[in-house]
């Protein structure tokens, strides 16, 4: 069964550094997706992307995150430079329309210490 | 930003018996519902969606209600078995939006 796959599965980064967070979404798929779980609290949405541009973005996606899909089968999610507060777990997923259901990968936690 | 919550953090069923998990939203532009399952250190398992033209939709074990004059969705398990023991999150998605705005979870324990 086709999966979003996503790499690494845990990066722990210094405060002020540059993370990338890799994911390969499913293959067929159209929209693109980052979402994040703080420790505790609920998946909040980022970002969605499709047709090769930023389709909608949320509060939380400021000027330090950006989203690219250098090729055809890689999303990247960078944050230029990291806080404490960006520690979570950094959920991508992907769809196809008519169907509504993203499709998650296991997640990167990332550690900002 | 509380348009979608589920007000039951936590609930233990038997095995055999029904599972019932609930959600409520307050933005009636809403028009598509999901739910998700997560395991530990994974990412949240599509199960089963319901469009706001419907009042039910069925998938094996699994069925959602929805009620959109009292802003509520349920998911029924039955019977409940060991694996199902998850944490779950209702989602609801606004008409020609992508996003999906999630619930807090509820973790569902089965009780062998």
């Known amino acids: 069964e086709p999966e979003v796959t996503q790499t690494p599965s845990h990066q722990v980064t210094q405060m002020g550094q540059e993370v990338i967070l890799r994911c390969v979404p499913i293959s067929n798929h159209l929209y693109f997706y980052w979402y994040r779980q703080i420790l505790g609290q609920k998946v909040e949405f980022l970002v969605s992307?499709?047709?090769?541009?930023?389709?909608?973005k949320s509060e939380i996606f400021d000027d330090q995150f950006s989203v690219e899909r250098p090729d055809g089968s890689n999303f990247t999610l960078k944050i230029r430079s990291t806080k404490l507060e960006d520690s979570a777990m950094y959920f991508c997923?992907?769809?196809?329309?008519?169907?509504?259901?993203?499709?998650f990968g296991q997640g990167t936690r990332l550690t900002v210490v | 930003d509380q348009q979608v919550k589920q007000n039951s953090p936590s609930l233990s069923v038997q095995e055999g018996r029904i599972s019932i998990l609930n959600c409520d939203y307050t933005?009636?532009?809403?028009?598509?519902f999901l739910w998700y399952k997560k395991y530990p250190a994974e990412g949240p398992t599509f199960l089963i969606s319901i469009s706001s033209i419907k009042d039910k939709n069925e998938d094996g074990r699994f069925t959602v209600f929805l009620n959109k004059s009292a802003k509520h969705l349920s998911l029924h398990i039955v019977p409940s078995q060991p694996g199902d023991s998850a944490v779950y999150f209702c989602a609801a998605r606004r008409a020609g939006n992508e996003k999906l705005t999630f619930g807090t979870g509820t973790r569902l324990t089965i009780i062998p």
């Open positions: 997923a992907s769809s196809r329309p008519p169907n509504t259901e993203a499709f």
């Open positions: 933005n009636s532009m809403f028009d598509y």
């Open positions: 992307f499709y047709n090769n541009e930023i389709s909608e």
